[in-house]
């Protein structure tokens, strides 16, 4: 079987009660259950939380949620990957262990059905134990400057003060959206940035992390934007 596991915990500090927060029309969350359900890709799409109300709303959209997350890994220190693994296992326990897994994220607005299917499509044909999605970064690394406590200026780099941008290596990050994998990959490793990955590569205009309020006005701008132009 194949499961999709929304993480969603209550206590985000920096956007208070940001998993059900409305975001242009809905709950943040249900923007997420609504694109794994499209995707057709998953047998069951589970909500991992420990919030009462993250819950019901996860419910009312379409998910399940067959359990509450152990106070333990709903902490501001709990990492995804331990969160993944306890649904892996309590799915196991029900007696349908899932072979393959998808951590999306419940603050991903932009993500799509067809993008969760690419990502299933490329781990599949990949190999390996992970794909997730990626986008490149605007601007080139390598040219990357520091600020010291006077607000003066050091490139990381400057070896590469002169090189022209289109001479440089592309660099990319993760996009924070989602990432498909093994369920024996899941339940062994700690780190997802290996060669054992592969990468789902995402347009820049369609990834916004959303850490603070104006990553948040910032995201709605953007979505409002890509809704007006189809």
């Known amino acids: 079987m194949k499961l999709a596991v929304i993480p969603a915990r209550g206590g985000s500090k920096r956007i208070p009660r940001k998993n059900v927060r409305p975001f ?7 923007w997420s259950i609504a694109a794994a359900r499209e995707s057709g890709c998953f047998d069951r799409v589970i909500v ?48 349908e262990a899932p072979e393959l897994v998808c951590c999306l994220y419940a603050t991903a607005p932009f993500v799509r059905g067809v993008d969760l299917q690419r990502g299933l499509d490329t781990l599949q044909r990949s190999g390996g134990d992970f794909a997730f999605s990626v986008t490149k970064y605007p601007f080139p690394i390598q040219r990357a400057i520091r600020l010291d406590a006077a607000g003066r200026v050091a490139m990381f780099n ?33 780190t997802l940035f290996g060669p054992a990955s592969a990468a789902v590569l995402l347009e820049p205009h369609r990834v916004q992390d959303i850490d ?15 809704q007006a132009h189809g």
Do not use: N
């Open 24 to 30: 242009c029309g809905q709950p943040m969350i249900v």
């Open 48 to 95: 991992s939380t420990d919030d009462a109300e993250i819950a019901q709303v996860a419910r009312e959209a379409g998910a399940e949620v067959p359990f509450i997350r152990p106070a333990e890994l709903s902490d501001d220190h709990a990492g995804t990957i331990p969160v993944v693994r306890h649904a892996t296992e309590w799915q196991a326990a029900q007696g």
């Open 158 to 190: 400057p070896e590469h003060f002169k090189t022209r941008s289109q001479d440089l290596e592309e660099a990319f990050h993760d996009a924070g959206q989602f990432y498909w994998g093994k369920t024996s990959a899941w339940c062994a490793t700690d």
């Open 212 to 226: 603070t309020p104006d990553d948040w006005v910032r995201a709605e701008w953007l979505f409002k934007a890509l």
